[in-house]
C-alpha cells in the first residue's frame, strides 16, 4: 500500500523533491552559467544521473499497444511490414503459378478475328455526337423562341432517350462481345448523363432569366452573366472533360505539363498491363473451373468465391486507380482542366454510409439529410457521379414537393437500374445481379451503423465494406454472369 501511494504520488508529482532529482538551475539572462554552486550542481546531476542507483522509472506510462494508447502511436513501422510481408507472399504465389501453370496470357483473348465483327458498335460509338448537336440544336431553338418550352423539354426527351436505346439496340442485334459491348454501353451512359445535364441546366438558367432574383444571382455567381447565353464551343468542352455537370465556365489551369502527362500514360499502361495479367494469370481459370453459386455444393462455391475475391480485389483496385485517378487526371491535364476531386479517401471511412458521404463539400448546408442520402447511394466513388446525381435528381425532386425519402429512394434506384443496364446490355441476361448487389447496401448501412452505435468500434463499418463489397459482393457478381452467359451460349 506504501509503494503504490508513494506511486501515485511520484506520478501526480511534476518533480521528485530530492535533491538528487532536481534539475540544475537554469542560468539567468546575462550568466554565463558558470558559477562554483551552478557548476557543481550539474555536475553532480550529470554525474548521478549515470549511476546504478539513479531511479529510471519516475512516473505512470501505458504500454504503447494498450487499449488507452495503441492510436496515439505511429504504426507506420508496422505498415512498412505489412508492405514488405504482402510484396513477398504474392511474390511467391506468382512465380508458383507460373512454375505451375506457365505464362497463360493469349492475345487472343484481347483481340481476335472475333473482334472484326463489332465493326457496328464502331460505328454507334462515332455517330454517339449526333445527340449532343441535336441538343445544342434544340437549345438554339429555344434561345430564339422559335419553339415552345414544352416542346423544348419534349425535344430534349426524345434526344436523350435515343441516346441511350440506339447503343442498346445495336449492341442486342448484332450479339456484340462482352467487352465491346460494356465499353459501348459505358460511353453511351456517359453521354446520357452530359446530355441530361447540359438539357436541365439550360432549362434552369432560362428560369433564371425570368426571376425577380436574377441580380442577387449574379452577385453570388458572377460566371452566369448572361444566362441566355447558348456556346457550342462550352457545349464541346463539356463532352469531352471529365466531369457530367454542365456549366459554361470551368476552373482552368494555366498550362498544360507535358513531362507531366507521359509519366502518368507510362503509370497507365503499366498498371494496365497488371490488370490484364491478373484477368489472364488469375481470375479466367478459376472461374472457368467454377459452378454456378447458387447450385451445386455450398462449400465448393464458397471455396471459389474466397479464392476469386483477393485477383478481383486487386483488379478492382487498378481498375479504380487506372480510371479515377491516372485516366481522369491526364484528360485533365490535356483540358486544362483546374478540379480535379475525383475521388475522397473513401478508403479511411469508418463506416459504410461514410464511403459515399464525401461529397458534402458541394452542399454543406443540407447535413443530416444528405449524409443519409449518401449512406443510400452506391458505394461509387465517383465525385462527377456523386454530384451530378445531387445537382439533377435530388434537388430537383425536392424543389417539386416530393419528400426526401421518396427523393433519396429515386436517386438511389436510378443509380442501380443503370448500373444494371450497363452490364445486362453486353452480357445479354437481364438477371438484375448488380441491381440486388446494389440494393443489398441498404441493410449493410443499418448493419454498420448499428453496430457502431452499439460497440463504438469506429472500424467496425470500414471492415464489413471491404469484406462485403470487395471480398464476397464482386467475386459472387462475376460468377453469376460467366455462368449465365456460359448458359445462354449454350442454349444458343
Not at 502527362?261 to 497507365?268: A, D, E, G
Not at 480485389?313 to 487498378?318: A, F, G, M
Not at 459504410?352 to 452542399?363: A, F, G, N, S, Y
Request: with cysteine; proline share 5%.
Amino acid at each position: 500500500m506504501a509503494s503504490s501511494r508513494g506511486g501515485e504520488a511520484l506520478a501526480r508529482s511534476p518533480e521528485p523533491h530530492s535533491p538528487l532529482h532536481r534539475r540544475p538551475p537554469v542560468a539567468a539572462e546575462g550568466d554565463d552559467g558558470r558559477g562554483e554552486d551552478q557548476g557543481a550542481g550539474g555536475s553532480v546531476w550529470a554525474d548521478f544521473s549515470r549511476r546504478a542507483s539513479a531511479p529510471v522509472h519516475r512516473r505512470v506510462r501505458e504500454s504503447p499497444l494498450s487499449s488507452d494508447a495503441v492510436f496515439k502511436q505511429s504504426h507506420a513501422g508496422l505498415l512498412n511490414l505489412c508492405i514488405v510481408v504482402l510484396i513477398a507472399v504474392n511474390g511467391r504465389l506468382i512465380i508458383e503459378n507460373l512454375m505451375k501453370y506457365g505464362l497463360l496470357i493469349r492475345a487472343g483473348f484481347w483481340f481476335s478475328s472475333k473482334s472484326l465483327r463489332d465493326w457496328p458498335l464502331l460505328i454507334c460509338c462515332v455517330t454517339l455526337p449526333v445527340f449532343p448537336l441535336g441538343a445544342f440544336t434544340t437549345e438554339k431553338m429555344a434561345q430564339h423562341k422559335f419553339i415552345s418550352e414544352p416542346l423544348v423539354i419534349c425535344l430534349h426527351v426524345v434526344v436523350t432517350t435515343a441516346s441511350i436505346l440506339y447503343p442498346v439496340y445495336v449492341i442486342i442485334r448484332f450479339d456484340s462481345a462482352v467487352l465491346s459491348g460494356f465499353t459501348l454501353m459505358f460511353f453511351a451512359i456517359i453521354v446520357w448523363s452530359k446530355l441530361v445535364s447540359y438539357a436541365h441546366t439550360n432549362y434552369d438558367r432560362r428560369i433564371l432569366s425570368k426571376s425577380i432574383h436574377k441580380d442577387d444571382i449574379h452577385s453570388n455567381f458572377p460566371e452566369l452573366d448572361d444566362l441566355k447565353w447558348v456556346s457550342f464551343k462550352s457545349l464541346v468542352y463539356f463532352m469531352v472533360a471529365p466531369t457530367l455537370c454542365y456549366q459554361l465556365n470551368y476552373p482552368r489551369t494555366t498550362s498544360i505539363r507535358k513531362g507531366w502527362v507521359i509519366h502518368q500514360i507510362v503509370k497507365l499502361v503499366i498498371f494496365t498491363g497488371l490488370m490484364g495479367f491478373i484477368i489472364e494469370q488469375y481470375i479466367n481459370p478459376i472461374i472457368k473451373n467454377s459452378q454456378h453459386p447458387l447450385r451445386g455444393n455450398l462449400l465448393y462455391a464458397i471455396e471459389r468465391v474466397l479464392k476469386l475475391s483477393i485477383p478481383t480485389l486487386y483488379v478492382w483496385l487498378c481498375m479504380f486507380y487506372c480510371f479515377f485517378h491516372l485516366w481522369l487526371n491526364i484528360l485533365a491535364e490535356l483540358l486544362r482542366f483546374g478540379d480535379r476531386e475525383f475521388y475522397k479517401d473513401w478508403w479511411n471511412a469508418k463506416t459504410i454510409d461514410e464511403v459515399v458521404r464525401h461529397v458534402d463539400l458541394l452542399i454543406g448546408e443540407c447535413g443530416t439529410c444528405l449524409s443519409f442520402f449518401w449512406s443510400l447511394m452506391k458505394i461509387d466513388h465517383s465525385q462527377p457521379v456523386h454530384k451530378w446525381m445531387i445537382r439533377h435528381i435530388y434537388f430537383p425532386c425536392l424543389q417539386n414537393g416530393l419528400p426526401k425519402g421518396v427523393a433519396l429512394m429515386i436517386s438511389f434506384f436510378l443509380s442501380a437500374i443503370f448500373h444494371e443496364i450497363c452490364v445486362a446490355v453486353p452480357c445479354q441476361i437481364f438477371k438484375f445481379w448488380a441491381f440486388i448487389g446494389i440494393m443489398f447496401q441498404i441493410p449493410l448501412i443499418v448493419l454498420t451503423k448499428y453496430l457502431q452505435n452499439k460497440f463504438k468500434n469506429t472500424t467496425v463499418g470500414n471492415m464489413i465494406f471491404w469484406l462485403f463489397f470487395c471480398i464476397l459482393g464482386q467475386p459472387i457478381c462475376i460468377l453469376l454472369y460467366y455462368h449465365d452467359v456460359m448458359n445462354r451460349k449454350v442454349k444458343l
